[in-house]
T-cell receptor, first 115, second 114 residues
C-alpha cells in the first residue's frame, strides 16, 4: 500500500516560474489537503478538498491553485513563484468515516526553494 | 476559528527520563479529535497518538500517553523512558468532526540527551 505519494521531493524554481506539485493517494480517502511548513510557524493549510470536484481555501491560499478531478489526485499549482513561497509542502489525506482512522496520512514532503 | 497553541518551542530530556509536552486549543465544538504528530529529521509526519473528545479515558500508546482535560482544553503528551529516537519536532493538531482539515500548533522541538 503506497499511501500518499508526493512528488517531487526537492525543487528549485526561479521567481516567476510556475510548477505543479503532485499528490496521489490510494486509500480512497475523501479528504485531501495541502500544507506548508515554515520554521516557527507549524503547518499552515493552503487548500483542501472534501471530495472530487470540491475544493476550498485554507489559511494561506494566495499564489496557489488546486483542483480535484479524481478521488486519488490533488495537485497544487504555483502560478508565479515568489521567494516567499520557499517552504516545505505537505500533502495529506484522511477518511471522513468515523469508524475508520480519522488520522491524516502525509506524503514525504517537497522542499521548494524559489530564487 | 479553532487555534492550537504549543507554548514550548524547545524542550530537552535526559535519556530514560520522562518529559511532558504541552498543548492547548480553542474551540466551541464538543465533538472533535486531537492528535500528536512526530516529525523526525527525515521530515516524515508520523502519528504518535490520537484522542477522541467524547472519550474520557486518556489515550496511551506504549511509552506515549496523553493527559486530556476537556474542560481546560488541554492535551499534553507524556513520553516515558525517553529514547534517542524520540528526538524530533512534535506537533499537536486538532480536527473538528465533519468536513474539516487539521489545525496544527507551531510545534515543540524535543532533544534527548544521552
Amino acid at each position: 500500500n503506497a499511501g500518499v505519494t508526493q512528488t517531487p521531493k526537492f525543487q528549485v524554481l526561479k521567481t516567476g516560474q510556475s510548477m505543479t506539485l503532485q499528490c496521489a493517494q490510494d486509500m480512497n480517502h475523501e479528504y485531501m489537503s495541502w500544507y506548508r511548513q515554515d520554521p516557527g510557524m507549524g503547518l499552515r493549510l493552503i487548500h483542501y478538498s472534501v471530495g472530487a470536484g470540491i475544493t476550498d481555501q485554507g489559511e494561506v491560499p494566495n499564489g496557489y491553485n488546486v483542483s480535484r478531478s479524481t478521488t486519488e489526485d490533488f495537485p497544487l499549482r504555483l502560478l508565479s513563484a515568489a521567494p516567499s513561497q520557499t517552504s516545505v509542502y505537505f500533502c495529506a489525506s484522511s477518511s471522513r468515516n468515523r469508524d475508520m482512522n480519522t488520522e491524516a496520512f502525509f506524503g514525504q514532503g517537497t522542499r521548494l526553494t524559489v530564487v | 476559528a479553532q487555534t492550537v497553541t504549543q507554548s514550548q518551542p524547545e524542550m530537552s530530556v535526559q535519556e530514560a527520563e520522562t518529559v511532558t509536552l504541552s498543548c492547548t486549543y480553542d474551540t466551541s465544538e464538543s465533538d472533535y479529535y486531537l492528535f500528536w504528530y512526530k516529525q523526525p529529521p527525515s521530515r516524515q509526519m508520523i502519528l504518535v497518538i490520537r484522542q477522541e473528545a467524547y472519550k474520557q479515558q486518556n489515550a496511551t500508546e506504549n511509552r506515549f500517553s496523553v493527559n486530556f482535560q476537556k474542560a481546560a482544553k488541554s492535551f499534553s503528551l507524556k513520553i516515558s523512558d525517553s529514547q534517542l529516537g524520540d528526538a524530533a519536532m512534535y506537533f499537536c493538531a486538532y480536527r473538528r468532526t465533519g468536513n474539516t482539515p487539521l489545525v496544527f500548533g507551531k510545534g515543540t522541538r524535543l532533544s534527548v540527551i544521552a
